[in-house]
């Protein structure tokens, strides 16, 4: 166990709905990754948090949002969902930017029909 | 752009066997490599490399950073079935955000 919670396990939903998942990051860890894994595409790298702010993005799409709250938990918010959008959704953390090991939760698994 | 590449993709071995994993990389702004075992769910990290020429080492596993060249490698001696997953290669660059895998080895190890 990494220490990282994400909730929900499964979400299935239809197309053109909003879903929102849901990340706690480990005791004592300040930044907060997402990432997106498809069959297709692999791991790939959305956006990163630090203490409430964000620090980098990546390949998020403008359908697609987060934010970090003071307690540092995370939310990654995914609307207008289409097919392609259905895939396991990883958060990660780490102490700070600069720590490089970046500790995963177990994912969302999305399903859009 | 970043680029990690492993091979092979996907790799068939008996328990006891030795198996070496490939793991090669272009990007701009190096700062780690780390190795991660994947099963069912979560990526669970085995190592970090920064420096070239350090093995690090972990039981049966082992991997070594050639930054001259721009490539690392993971070995697993006497192999189990519970080594059965895919391992995941990754970069980080040096502003500590984003880590750019590859996309994987699959490994199966028959009894």
């Known amino acids: 166990d990494s220490g990282v919670t994400q909730t929900p396990k499964h979400l299935i939903t239809a197309t053109g709905q909003r879903v929102t998942l849901r990340c706690s990051p480990r005791?004592?860890?300040?930044?907060v990754y997402w990432y997106q894994q498809s069959l297709d595409q692999g791991l790939q790298f959305l956006i990163q948090y630090y203490n409430g702010e964000e620090r980098a993005k990546g390949n998020i799409l403008e359908r697609f949002s987060a934010q970090q709250f003071p307690d540092l938990h995370s939310e990654l918010n995914l609307s207008s969902l289409e097919l392609g959008d259905s895939a396991l959704y990883f958060c990660?953390?780490?102490?700070?930017?600069?720590?490089?090991?970046?500790?995963f939760g177990a994912g969302t698994r999305l399903s859009v029909l | 752009e970043d680029k990690v590449v492993q091979s092979p993709l996907s790799l068939v071995v008996h328990e006891g066997d030795t198996v070496t994993l490939n793991c090669s990389y272009e990007?701009?702004?190096?700062?780690?490599l780390l190795w991660y075992k994947q099963e069912k769910k979560a990526p669970t990290f085995l190592f970090m490399l920064t420096s070239s020429g350090i093995e690090k080492k972990s039981g049966r596993l082992s991997s070594i950073l050639d930054k001259k060249e721009l490539f690392s490698i993971l070995n697993i001696t006497a192999t189990q079935t519970g080594d059965s997953a895919v391992y995941l290669c990754?970069?980080?660059?040096?502003?500590?955000?984003?880590?750019?895998f590859g996309e994987g080895t699959q490994l199966t190890v028959n009894p």
């Open positions: 005791s004592g860890d300040l930044s």
């Open positions: 990007v701009t702004n190096f700062r780690s």
């Open positions: 990660a953390s780490s102490v700070d930017p600069s720590s490089s090991i970046q500790y």
């Open positions: 990754a970069v980080l660059e040096t502003s500590g955000s984003r880590l750019t």
